[in-house]
């Protein structure tokens, strides 16, 4: 009797193999494995490691200067509790050009790297701006059937641009949803091809009408920034980015089993590094009196579109309601780096904030509260 059950459990589970397989959701088995194996429960900012990469190699480092009244003053208690209520990892605050706060909590520290998620979005939207300048790209109204020709064959595919997919208006059929794991997100993070898993998936609306956040998109872009390059994406992003902004680490870009990078995600840097981005913003394309971006297109960048009705920019979430103006990177889990132009002011904030709340629109209340804040105790 024994037998017969753990034959029928053995075919089974054999059968559910075989239906995955059939039915594309065999990278389930490796989101177990990477979770629920490993002790949690989805992914997190510790994933970097168990993952392929291609490496964003450092030049010579430039660390940050401290500034006077670097970790002498303490955070107020309403910040403090707010940190360790979201999961905080580190939390840095970069003034004038000087570091003046940094804080980590449990392993972690200045040297530990983290995944980026979707603060990827931003870097690869810059890496194109850098690919335009250098005319290995027309422009941003380029189309992206001139690098996948396939694209023209499907409904309104020959109308995408990558303005379209940089501001997040490319209408593909898409449902941005970390939680589910039969939906679009997990398979390109999980599975083996992220080409199987973001093209041809069609569109639900006519490019260019319609704003919503989908990680296809900036994927999209990314396999046509790749397309264009005679390199790695990790490789461009180490010469435009990482050696002339003097990083004190490699990072590290996940990528998919064919070597392509996950460009809607997973950059695996130090805080300290992330907060160079934010500076670089801060100083309109320039370190240390050299240009790294072109000031027009930071400008772009950050200026909010009308279909996302003042909510985003070109791979950059933006608050300009408020009453101390910010635009930042978000990724999953509250990852952000907040520029505060007024103030000249970078923060830098990684973690593990789960289910945070959203403004009326979409985006983390945490961030204007860490402005606040922030401002208030460093003014």
Not at 44 to 56: E, N, R, V
Not at 125 to 144: H, N, R, S, W, Y
Not at 189 to 209: C, I, M, N, W
Request: proline share 3%; hydrophobic share 35%; charged share 20%.
């Amino acid at each position: 009797m024994l037998i017969k059950i753990l034959k029928g459990i053995l075919i089974a589970i054999a059968a559910l193999i075989a239906l995955s397989y059939t039915f594309g959701y065999s990278y389930l088995f490796k989101a177990v494995r990477e979770t629920y194996l490993r002790g949690t429960t989805g992914s997190s900012i510790d994933d970097g490691g168990y993952s392929s990469s291609h490496t964003i190699a450092k030049g010579v480092s430039i660390p940050w200067k401290n500034d006077s009244l670097y970790n002498k003053k303490n955070l107020p208690k309403s910040l403090v509790e707010d940190l360790k209520k979201s999961n905080t990892a580190s939390f840095l605050v970069i003034k004038n050009g000087k570091l003046i706060h940094e804080e980590y909590w449990d392993h972690y520290n200045q040297n530990t790297k983290t995944n980026s998620f979707s603060m990827a979005k931003g870097v690869t939207v810059m890496l194109t701006g850098k690919a335009i300048e250098e005319k290995k790209i027309k422009d941003f109204d380029q189309k992206f059937s001139d690098f996948y020709e396939n694209y023209k064959n499907v409904q309104f595919g020959k109308h995408l641009t990558l303005f379209n997919l940089a501001k997040m208006e490319a209408g593909l059929n898409w449902t941005e949803d970390f939680k589910n794991p039969f939906l679009q997100n997990a398979k390109a993070y999980y599975g083996k091809s992220l080409e199987e898993a973001v093209f041809l998936r069609g569109f639900k609306d006519q490019p260019g009408t319609k704003f919503e956040y989908q990680s296809g998109a900036t994927q999209l872009l990314g396999f046509a920034l790749r397309k264009s390059l005679n390199k790695s994406i990790a490789e461009y992003a180490s010469e435009k980015l990482w050696q002339p902004l003097g990083m004190e680490q490699n990072g590290a870009w996940n990528t998919d089993d064919f070597g392509m990078e996950k460009t809607f995600c997973c950059i695996n840097s130090n805080s300290r590094d992330f907060a160079k981005l934010g500076q670089l913003f801060l100083n309109d394309g320039q370190f240390n009196g050299r240009a790294i971006l072109n000031p027009n297109f930071i400008e772009e960048m950050r200026t909010p579109t009308k279909l996302s009705n003042g909510a985003y920019g070109m791979g950059l979430w933006i608050n300009y309601d408020a009453p101390i103006k910010h635009y930042y990177f978000w990724g999953l889990y509250g990852q952000y780096i907040i520029i505060i132009p007024e103030k000249q002011i970078v923060i830098v904030h990684t973690g593990m904030y789960k289910d945070q709340p959203l403004d009326q629109k979409g985006r983390p209340s945490q961030v204007e509260f860490l402005v606040n804040e922030v401002v208030k105790n460093f003014n």
